[in-house]
Nanobody, 118 residues
């Protein structure tokens, strides 16, 4: 079964850290660009970060630049999002998204809740 599964969400105080994981099954990440998106209550889904399958280059939204780091572990077929210095405005459901190079194939994970609150 082809799927992306997120884990690592939870409740954290402002200034704290969390690491989200996005594990792929049924396909390998080598040929997929992977992105993290988030959606807060009452707001549209927004892109947070992504990593290229071809050269590992990364991109970050301005709101998370310097605080979040995306990385991938090819042997584990997993992409991570390290989130540091979390703020209440980072509270959202975080989704992992994979898009296969040169095709229209794409997959979404089920989402992981991140809540930043004191």
């Amino acid at each position: 079964q082809v799927q992306l599964v997120e884990s690592g969400g939870g409740l954290v105080q402002p200034g704290g850290s969390l690491r989200l994981s996005c594990a792929a099954s049924g396909f390998t990440l080598d040929y997929y660009d992977i992105g993290w998106f988030r959606q807060a209550p009452g707001k549209e889904r927004e892109g947070v970060s992504c990593i290229s399958s071809s050269d590992g280059s990364t991109f970050y939204a301005d709101s998370v630049k310097g605080r979040f780091t995306i990385s991938r572990d090819i042997p584990k077929n997993t992409v991570y999002l390290q989130m540091n210095n979390l703020k209440p405005e980072d509270t959202a459901v975080y989704y992992c998204h994979g898009r296969e190079l040169g095709t229209w194939n794409e997959y979404w994970g089920q989402g992981a809740q991140v809540t930043v609150s004191s």
